[in-house]
């Protein structure tokens, strides 16, 4: 790799490049309202999602509202809704994702990786509420288009390597 295509992905995963004033150009493609397909272990359904900054542009905010399809005849199906606040934390030069989860789960999660075109961003679990020990749990979200998201979310038991959970792929409503 160059070494300026180097300091372009540093300068990504560190919140921008020399000069620059905005560390959150990385996640900006987010902002707005979503919705799309779900599927994985809860089974098939819809996510409606949406992203906008608050308080003063610090935080970025994320309501998620997933339905997903009663696996049985009869069964309701699942509901799951989280919210979500992504923050800049400059003193590590690091974006943190934090989850709350309508079934009661925190997950606190730090981008770990980012492709060199912002494309591809890993979130990857530093701690989880009200869950044994040793779990973890990664977001990754793929930017197809500015209007086009993929988020997969993995679960990783204690000792073992990630799986998937679920995967949604969200287009811009608005």
């Known amino acids: 790799m160059s070494q300026i295509r180097m300091l372009i992905a540093v300068a990504a995963l560190v919140g921008g490049l020399p000069g620059q004033t905005d560390p959150w150009m990385l996640l900006r493609v987010f902002e707005g309202k979503w919705e799309g397909p779900a599927s994985g272990q809860p089974g098939k359904g819809v996510s409606s999602r949406e992203y906008r900054f608050d308080l003063n542009g610090r935080f970025l905010v994320c309501r ?77 979200y793929r930017v197809i288009s500015p209007n086009e998201i993929v988020e997969t979310f993995a679960l990783a038991e204690p000792g073992r390597e990630f799986e998937t959970y679920s995967e949604t792929r969200l287009r811009r409503v608005r």
């Open 64 to 140: 998620n509202k997933s339905v997903y399809e009663p696996r049985k005849p009869g069964a309701k199906g699942e509901v799951h809704e989280d919210l979500g606040l992504f923050s800049y934390d400059r003193m590590q030069k690091k974006f943190v994702l934090r989850q709350f989860h309508g079934e009661g789960f925190v997950n606190e999660y730090t981008l770990t990786t980012a492709s060199e075109d912002g494309k591809s961003l890993e979130f990857v679990t530093t701690n989880i509420e009200n869950i044994p020990g040793g779990w973890r749990a990664k977001e990754t």
